[in-house]
Nanobody, 119 residues
Framework: QLQLVEFGGGLVQPGGSLRLSCAAIRFTLDYYAIGWFRQAPGKERERVSCISSSDDSTYYADSVKGRFTISRDNAKNTVTLRMNSLKPEDTAVYYC????????????WGQGTQVTVSS
């Protein structure tokens, strides 16, 4: 079974940047669509971004468009979410997920990594 691991969460001040990485254990990520989701306390899970497996086309939620960038590094077998101009409302647990397509509910999930944006 595909296992995913997220790296790179932490505490950052408003306006700062973080880079989250998603890695797979014993699988090649470029065969999968990879999505980033987040869930803040008391809120529903939100799909933040996704990159397709076929042509690396990307999706961004309106709330992060222009600030977040998703990309693949096939040499490292990772998918990275670069987050710039972070806001307190970006605070959440961020999860990467994998499936054959970029869909709202994906099959394989990582354990999540906390991102806190606070001064």
């Amino acid at each position: 079974q595909l296992q995913l691991v997220e790296f790179g969460g932490g505490l950052v001040q408003p306006g700062g940047s973080l880079r989250l990485s998603c890695a797979a254990i014993r699988f090649t990520l470029d065969y999968y669509a990879i999505g980033w989701f987040r869930q803040a306390p008391g809120k529903e899970r939100e799909r933040v971004s996704c990159i397709s497996s076929s042509d690396d086309s990307t999706y961004y939620a309106d709330s992060v468009k222009g600030r977040f960038t998703i990309s693949r590094d096939n040499a490292k077998n990772t998918v990275t979410l670069r987050m710039n101009s972070l806001k307190p409302e970006d605070t959440a647990v961020y999860y990467c997920a994998a499936d054959s397509l970029c869909i709202a509910t994906m099959t394989y999930w990582g354990q999540g990594t906390q991102v806190t944006v606070s001064s």
